[in-house]
């Protein structure tokens, strides 16, 4: 019956090309002096293909060489295990030639195909690709080495026999009476030489990695050390060498600080870090690829040698090349992999990256919502990755596949995954990082994984297709339903013409594809889904997991106060009231996060646990400021639009700020804050209180002081106190601090609040010489 559908299937083929070939004559239908002989043609070319062979588990063994390797040996036994699973039968494993005449399974190469030399040819195949061909009833599934060899196995079994991993705990495995397979010749060589997902889930699992063809730069066999990017810290460790050495260190402004670069035109900084790599290599000697990259920040040295490189060189990047270069001749028979990222983005003049330096270029600022090759302009990604493959074909693309920010919301970028691979491989970037959620559950990690391991192997593979395979056999009955609002998100971002960074937020979608009445129409396909799969627990647990990264956005955006439906509070006849359905949202999904195995809903932290309780302590605090609520402020010194919260109305809109600064707090970058309150009439006030925050590592301070002011009539002030900041500003946790001033029975209209910054980041500070910030939330008044 399967060779039956086979040929059925080969004959549909064949009439599909024979439509083809009728629109490309422009040739109708009617014409049946054209129509007879052209279908005569076409079917009698698929009716001559060579007949297939039927295995059965008892009569077709799996011969391997008599001196197969471990990997060789595993893939053999896999190969037997899904033939037995599939069949009921399970196939012997044979060392060795066979002297009989039996139809065989050849795993692998060796002396046992050689008699298939005149036939089969493994040039070209390189290390990963593999054939999988009968001839005549005898089948060979080999590559050039083991790991060809295993792909070839897996390879088979998808392509073949119809066996899908859509995770390591979901699997679908067909049943047969017998395997039943047409002529087959099939030859596959992978476009991209190295291909990782930095997902935990479902990386993890060394399973799915082989049978999906994956790459991980951290197994035992692997070529790559245990350094991988941002290396100068490693190898030249400011700890150990800047009390001594800071001219090893970058140079801002005529000082060295510890926290930025190494200041590559000294030649000792190369004396030493090459000393250093050596010590590493010498632990794993058998390693190829070794990065020496810079740190993550963008305090490039400025001394007079290195401006010197970076004109010659036509900017920071050529003065890095010129010095990994170096490094690189000292390790002939390594590969040192180098960063192109932020300010080394862009390809430099006058130097090309010896054959051994890898570029390991990043794709961090670009636009997710439309393929890389339709950006414009001199600036862009697009160029840097031109001007580089015209340089180099040793690149590794590392390239962010998430909403990096924000690791659960939803992001609706499927549509550019294919395209931006394709112009990837295109300019000479055979090495793909792609960088997921990493330990964490994000939005859609199963399925994004599974299309992306896909195309990591053939880019050219139909996106929809594999989207359609996925959740039919993951998600079920409510498989319909996903893709429907997996379509209708596209969509919407897609008409909307916004962009869609890695950096973002859900309310960022909120006149886009996460507007209220979007949210609506998602919401009720997952209710359609969920109750499509009422009475299966393993699938249901699967479309909750799936609904996550909605109800996060719901959420986020009705900390806003969008309408009546998106917002945690209602207005009352007595005031605002928490909205106890919101609340009881947050405890369904703050559970569901937890059953389905998140761990953190943003890149550095904003775990389940903890985001509940900033939650309830936003609900529990906001919406409460008995004379400020609503009032109109007056900015007399600049706020930054950098993080849009809606102006100078943030102060007193009633909503608190939480751990996040981007959320309602109101920025100032360099420059102190002033600000007035109009209260609207003269009121006895006892209690102002003003928050802000201290996030060192994003250069936020508290301010170093905070005075009070009052006034009748917004002419004359009077001056009630100042405070000091107390917290150590080196205190690199976040938290935040509440000013706050006892005014006695002060009479007043206006208050007046200035909030002394430090403008620039201290000398010890990462961001030194730069701008700092202060960001302030609301301003209560009793």
């Known amino acids: 019956m399967f060779f039956v559908l086979c040929w059925v299937r080969e004959i549909v083929l064949y009439l599909s090309e024979f439509i083809k070939m009728l629109h490309i004559m422009r040739l109708p239908f009617y014409k049946g002096y054209v129509f007879i002989p052209l279908l005569c043609f076409f079917l009698s070319q698929a009716c001559s293909e060579k007949k297939g062979i039927c295995i059965t588990g008892n009569d077709y063994p799996i011969i391997i060489s008599a001196d197969a390797d471990s990997v060789t040996q595993k893939s053999a036994l896999a190969l037997a295990e899904y033939i037995f699973r599939i069949s009921g039968e399970r196939p012997e494993i044979i060392t060795g030639s066979m002297n009989t005449n039996t139809p065989a399974i050849f795993i692998g190469r060796g002396e046992h195909t050689a008699s298939f030399t005149d036939e089969v040819t493994f040039n070209g195949l390189g290390s990963d690709g593999f054939l999988i061909k009968t001839l005549d009833q005898d089948l ?79 197994d035992p066999e692997a070529a790559w050390g245990h350094l991988w990017v941002h290396t100068f810290d490693d190898l030249v460790p400011a700890e150990k060498y800047f009390e001594q050495h800071p001219e090893y260190f970058t140079e801002i402004d005529g000082d060295r600080i510890p926290g930025g670069q190494l200041c590559l035109s000294n030649p000792e900084v190369l004396e030493v870090l090459t000393a250093n790599l050596q010590k590493v290599m010498d632990s794993l000697p058998e390693k190829t690829f070794w990065s020496v990259s810079q740190n993550d920040n963008y305090l490039v040295c400025q001394c007079e040698e290195c401006k010197k490189l970076d004109e010659l060189y036509g900017g920071p990047s050529g003065t890095l090349i010129h010095f990994v270069n170096n490094v690189a001749r000292r390790f002939p028979d390594k590969v040192i992999s180098t960063l192109a990222y932020q300010y080394t983005r862009s390809a430099p003049e006058n130097i090309v990256p010896d054959e051994n330096v890898n570029i390991m270029l990043c794709s961090i600022e670009c636009d997710r919502s439309k393929p890389i090759s339709e950006e414009k302009g001199d600036q862009t990604f697009l160029k840097d990755l031109q001007d580089w493959g015209k340089l180099t074909d040793n690149i590794m693309i590392w390239d962010y596949v998430v909403q990096f920010r924000n690791l659960l919301s939803p992001f609706p970028n499927f549509h550019v995954l294919q395209p931006n691979l394709v112009l990837f491989a295109d300019n000479n970037a055979f090495m793909m990082f792609q960088q997921g959620c990493g330990n964490n559950v994000g939005e859609f990690s199963d399925l994004r994984t599974y299309i992306i391991a896909r195309l990591l192997w053939d880019p050219d593979r139909d996106v929809q297709e594999i989207i359609r395979d996925f959740t039919d056999g993951y998600y079920g009955k409510a498989a319909p339903y996903i893709r429907d609002y997996i379509q209708k998100m596209h969509t919407a971002l897609l008409r909307s013409g916004k962009t869609l960074y890695i950096y973002g937020y859900p309310y960022d979608a909120i006149d886009g594809y996460l507007s209220p009445l979007l949210i609506r129409e998602y919401t009720g396909l997952f209710d359609k889904a969920e109750e499509a799969v009422l009475n299966d627990p393993v699938l249901m647990q699967r479309v909750k997991t799936a609904r996550l990264p909605l109800e996060y956005a719901i959420l986020e955006i009705s900390m806003r106060n969008v309408d009546e439906e998106l917002s945690f509070f209602l207005e009352t006849e007595e005031g605002w009231k928490p909205n106890p359905e919101m609340k009881e949202r947050l405890e369904k999904f703050t559970n569901q996060a937890k059953l389905s195995g998140v761990t953190r809903y943003e890149e550095g932290g904003k775990y389940p646990d903890e985001y509940h309780k900033a939650m309830l302590h936003y609900v529990e605090n906001s919406m409460k400021n008995p004379l400020g609520l609503g009032k109109p402020v007056t900015l007399l010194t600049e706020h930054s639009e950098i993080y849009p919260v809606g102006g100078a109305k943030a102060l007193t809109d009633g909503l608190i700020g939480t751990l996040d600064f981007h959320f309602n707090w109101l920025g100032f970058h360099g420059e102190d804050m002033e600000a007035i309150i109009d209260l609207g009439e003269k009121q006895r006030i006892s209690l102002v209180r003003a928050s802000f925050l201290q996030e060192v590592k994003s250069w936020i301070f508290l301010p170093q002081e905070v005075s009070l002011y009052v006034s009748p009539d917004n002419q004359t002030w009077e001056f009630l106190q100042s405070l000091n900041n107390r917290a150590p500003e080196k205190q690199d946790d976040i938290f935040t601090e509440e000013f706050s001033f006892q005014t006695g029975q002060a009479d007043a209209r206006y208050i007046r609040i200035i909030a002394r910054s430090m403008k620039q980041c201290p000398s010890w500070h990462i961001g030194a010489g730069g701008k700092s910030w202060i960001f302030c939330d609301e301003v209560i008044v009793e």
């Open 140 to 218: 060979l599934i080999a590559g050039n080495t083991p790991e060809g060899t295993r792909n070839a196995v897996y390879g088979f079994l998808e392509d073949y026999l119809g066996c899908r991993m859509y995770t390591p705990d979901a699997m679908y495995v067909p049943e047969m009476e017998s395997i039943e397979l047409p002529s087959i010749d099939d030859r596959q060589v992978p476009v991209f030489t190295f291909r990782e997902l930095n997902y935990q889930w479902p990386m993890t699992s060394r399973e799915y990695r082989q049978w999906h063809k994956l790459d991980k730069k951290s």
